[in-house]
């Protein structure tokens, strides 16, 4: 129906995906475009606040999320060596 699907997950990876045109949705179904973007502050941002980064985006539009490396642990190995 073009609407969010999710199910929790306690992978150290994951894929989250954003709708291609949202700005459309909003403006075609805005109850649809509602849920979106509460999937995505679920999906999404809720990880990002946790300590999840996105690793990268897939050429069909999938956010891949990991929590192998904490940005803590990112800002060391930019420093250099200790």
Do not use: K
Not at 27 to 48: C, I, M, N, Y
């Amino acid at each position: 129906d073009g609407g969010p699907t999710g199910s929790p997950s306690t992978s150290s990876r994951r894929l989250v995906r954003i709708p291609p045109d949202i700005e459309l949705l909003r403006s075609d179904d805005p109850a649809t475009a509602a849920a979106w973007s509460q999937a995505l502050r679920e999906h999404l941002g809720q990880p990002v606040m946790t300590g999840f980064r996105v690793g990268g985006v897939t050429r069909d539009g999938w956010y891949v999320l990991t929590a192998d490396r904490q940005v803590a642990e990112l800002a060391n190995d930019a420093q250099g060596p200790t």
